[in-house]
């Protein structure tokens, strides 16, 4: 039993700790804030999408730099940027979203790879009313009443399923087995592709979603392969993927293999994880870039690489901050309650098309129209904040080389 | 920054709790539950199923997923009756947290499976005004820590907490000496099971949307470094515990401020680094935790 001494000494501990919270908002701790303008960057360095943080990172750093380098914006202040690794996870971009907004007072939030963390950050920067701007595909990330606060900057999961099931029907297959991965943007993808199979005629042998992080997948890929189909579309992230294909090779299955390039490329993973002999003859797509685009070969300038080299999300967040930018400065004000309203204005014009930053940024100050054309793709957007103009890549992994075959529209 | 330092504060408490359930299971009652993340979860989801699907209130909502939670404890302690090692009791929990975490990912019609549940309000939130409350919000998150491991404290002191020590050290000479095995076990685990549904509550209500990826064994391990850091079996060197792991996960990333050069993805790396450094030292330097059990004695 509790001294009665030591009893009133807890309870004073307690009503201190409950009332020094209370406290909190009637002390002035307010600090000088610089004239930076504040941009937080939250992008997968580790965790299952930990492969395309760093390019993404570099763009938006040397994207920046162009951008303060040419006069910043809104009368000379310079974009800052607060770079975060989301870890891949909900709850980490959760808290690093609070971080953005809390303590570096950040108005503009991109990056934003994965599902999870851009539908986990997505009520936060709606209640503080931030710009959030992701790279996610899953269609809930837009849906519903976003107050105009929150951006896609990515195909919707949905268009991704049109154009593969367009392709498989190209291509002649008759049979096809499905399997996914239990994953926000894949279900859909799943479902697309399967009713237009079966709209068009053709058998879906079997279909099945699995769990992520099993040890082995061999029960789902005698499941799908032993059915024979001629093709299975395996819509799986990275570890899951080469686990299955070590099976696919295994089990001597030859039914040809369709995917995802998160997956079956993951710049350069996927061929380092099974060889060349696994890997051969798969099929994988993703949403990419115009690689014929002016905007998209002065993005390449940028980075300092070759023009035929392929840049899959990181022209995202160069158009990300190119965006943000725009928008404050047509605004003429950081706050994102003023300048989120201006996005659509300066993405879909009507106005010049312009694809360099630097020019679309003088023509904005100089009380012109524009017409914003990214690097990633057109930038024009729904009033809903859906990305359109994004097409999608095809590619055929032969001898160890990924081998790319055609860019389509949904 | 203060806005910030709230926030994390929340964080801290309903980690504390899930620390201190943790702590009360194994650190007092010797039954470690890696199905922790697993349990979590269940608190969680049935708290938002709850409020978002049948509308009912928050404290409703809470005691509702509170008495779940405790109930399947109850029921994983009395099927391993006969499992007493704690390897394979372990090893059953795990099986079982498992199990739920499956379960929450591939039910959509009920869970929302990977897409997860969103929207949830939080208590009061249309009550009180906006700009204060964040610190009415925190202010109940930390009465509720105190009154938890003021509660836990009286429980530990008295004979039910002999109980669980004697069963800890050694079950059969507890029951030798005549303490119901079956019943004490279940309790242990059951109660601890109350203050998982509770933190798992606090989680939904905190995030205000949940998904299967927040509930992976991450978390089993930050509980366990909490109790390991803090001291196992004391409640109080719990709550030190959590404080330090959130200092070391959250506070690293302010290492870019103090450390000129270093970049976003070799910072992600040193915040790993970091963290295993961090506990390695403690355990080095404090193998016992920052604080020892509560033990009677007689001066």
């Not at chain 1, 930053?357 to 003088?362: D, G, P």
């Not at chain 2, 708290?47 to 029921?75: D, E, H, P, Q, R």
């Not at chain 2, 009920?110 to 964040?134: E, K, M, N």
Request: proline content about 4%; hydrophobic content about 45%.
């Amino acid at each position: 039993m509790i001294h009665i001494k030591n009893r009133r000494k807890t309870i004073k501990t307690i009503g201190a700790a409950v009332a020094s919270p209370i406290a909190m908002p009637f002390l002035n701790l307010a600090h000088a804030q610089s004239s930076n303008i504040p941009i937080g960057v939250a992008l997968p360095m580790t965790g299952n999408a930990g492969a395309y943080g760093p390019d993404m990172a570099e763009a938006a750093k040397r994207t920046t730099e162009l951008i303060n380098k040419s006069g910043g914006i809104l009368g000379g202040r310079k974009l800052q940027l607060f770079i975060e690794d989301s870890e891949s996870s909900a709850s980490v971009a959760a808290n690093l979203t609070q971080k953005f907004i809390n303590v570096h007072k950040c108005q503009s939030l991109v990056g934003y790879w994965g599902t999870p963390e851009g539908l986990s950050s997505r009520p936060i920067a709606i209640q503080n009313k931030v710009v959030l701007m992701v790279s996610s595909a899953a269609n809930s990330i837009t849906e519903g009443d976003t107050q105009g606060y929150v951006w896609r900057f990515q195909m919707k999961a949905t268009d991704w399923g049109t154009v593969i099931g367009r392709s498989l029907q190209k291509m002649g297959y008759k049979s096809v087995g499905v399997m996914g991965l239990q994953n926000a943007f894949i279900l859909p993808i799943m479902r697309s592709v399967e009713d237009q199979m079966k709209g068009s005629g053709r058998t879906v042998t079997d279909s099945l979603i699995y769990n992520p992080e099993q040890p082995s997948y061999r029960a789902e890929v005698e499941r799908i392969f032993g059915k024979k189909p001629e093709v299975v579309c395996c819509f799986s992230l990275l570890p899951d993927f080469v686990s299955i294909m070590k099976e696919v090779y295994r089990g001597g299955f030859t039914s040809k293999v369709i995917s995802l390039s998160i997956a079956a490329d993951s710049e350069g993973k996927f061929l380092q994880a099974v060889g060349p002999q696994v890997a051969e003859g798969i099929r994988h797509f993703q949403p990419m870039p115009d690689t014929s685009a002016p905007g998209y070969k002065r993005f390449t300038k940028l980075m300092g690489a070759p023009e035929s080299k392929l840049f899959l999300f990181p022209p995202n967040t160069h158009d990300q901050i190119a965006v943000t930018a725009l928008a404050m400065e047509r605004a003429k004000s950081v706050q994102a309650v003023d300048w989120s309203k201006q996005i659509i204005n300066v993405c879909n014009g009507p106005g010049e098309k312009v694809d360099d930053i630097v020019e679309a940024l003088k023509l904005v100050r100089a009380g012109k129209a524009v017409n914003f054309e990214g690097a990633g793709s057109t930038c024009d957007f729904t009033n809903s904040g859906d990305q359109l103009g994004r097409g999608m890549g095809q590619w055929i992994i032969e001898n160890g080389k990924n081998n790319f075959i055609s860019y389509e529209k949904p | 920054m203060l806005s910030f330092i709230v926030l994390m504060s929340l964080v801290i408490c309903f980690s504390a709790i899930l620390a201190l359930a943790l702590n009360f299971q194994w650190g007092l009652g010797g039954m470690i539950n890696f199905g922790l993340a697993g349990l979590y979860a269940l608190g969680a989801y049935a708290c938002a199923i709850f409020i978002l699907k049948l509308n009912m209130g928050f404290l409703s909502s809470t005691l509702l997923a509170m008495l779940i939670v405790s109930l399947v404890c109850a029921l994983i302690s009395i099927v391993t009756l006969r499992v007493s090692e704690e390897d394979y009791f372990a090893i059953v929990t795990l099986g079982v947290g498992e199990m739920l975490r499956l379960v929450v990912l591939n039910e959509d019609w009920l869970t929302g499976g990977a897409l997860g549940l969103s929207g949830i309000p939080r208590p009061f939130s249309s009550i009180i005004p906006s700009d204060i409350y964040i610190y009415f919000f925190l202010a109940a998150y930390v009465f509720v820590l105190f009154f938890c491991i003021f509660l836990i404290n009286i429980l530990a002191r008295s004979a039910f907490g002999r109980t669980m020590r004697a069963i800890r050290e050694d079950d059969v000479v507890a029951a030798t000496l005549g303490k119901n095995l079956l019943w004490a076990r279940a309790r242990i685990f059951a109660i601890g099971g109350l203050l998982i549904g509770l933190a798992g509550s606090m989680h939904a209500f905190y995030y205000q949307y949940i998904d299967p990826t927040q509930f992976s064994n991450i978390v089993v391990a930050y509980a366990i470094m909490a109790v390991i850091a803090g001291g196992k079996g004391s409640n109080f060197g719990v709550v030190i515990g959590s404080i330090l792991i959130m200092l070391l996960l959250e506070g690293s990333r302010f290492l870019k401020e103090i450390i000129p050069g270093l970049g976003s993805d070799q910072l992600s790396a040193v915040r790993i680094i970091i963290i295993g450094v961090g506990l390695i030292l403690v355990l080095i330097y404090k193998p016992n935790g920052f604080m020892k059990e509560y033990r009677l004695s007689v001066q």
